[in-house]
């Protein structure tokens, strides 16, 4: 069983900025690609990046593209998610995921089978 546990969220105004921080169980970690998604009230759960099993890859909504950063430290069975320059619209809840269906694209909910609880991000105008 995979657990994946976020934190780092929290209240901060436009412009600042924060790391959400995503910690995996288990020895499979580094064998997956993994993503970030969020989802602010009465909206439908959205990409936000993601990244390949080695870090090769990076991928990115346009939306936060050039603000935020994902990275991952396999060692530590820890995913990371950089975001600088916050803007009110991007508060949401964020859900870091393991991509376990390749059938569907990465940008695609349906593409991961394990998610944490998330964290709430509030960024004030």
């Known amino acids: 069983q995979v657990q994946l546990v976020e934190s780092g969220g929290g209240l901060v105004q436009a412009g600042g900025s924060l790391r959400l921080s995503c910690v995996a169980s288990?020895?499979?970690?580094?064998?997956?690609?993994m993503g970030w998604f969020r989802q602010a009230p009465g909206k439908e759960r959205e990409f936000v990046a993601a990244?390949?099993?080695?870090?090769?890859?990076?991928y990115y909504a346009d939306s936060v593209k050039g603000r935020f950063t994902i990275s991952r430290d396999n060692a530590k069975n820890t995913m990371y998610l950089q975001m600088n320059s916050l803007k009110p619209e991007d508060t949401a809840v964020y859900y870091c995921?393991?991509?376990?269906?390749?059938?569907?694209?990465?940008?695609?909910?349906?593409?991961?089978?394990?998610w944490g609880r998330g964290t709430q991000v509030t960024v004030s105008s």
């Open positions: 288990g020895r499979t970690f580094s064998s997956y690609f």
């Open positions: 990244i390949s099993w080695n870090a090769g890859s990076t």
């Open positions: 995921a393991r991509r376990g269906d390749g059938s569907y694209y990465y940008t695609s909910h349906r593409s991961y089978d394990y």
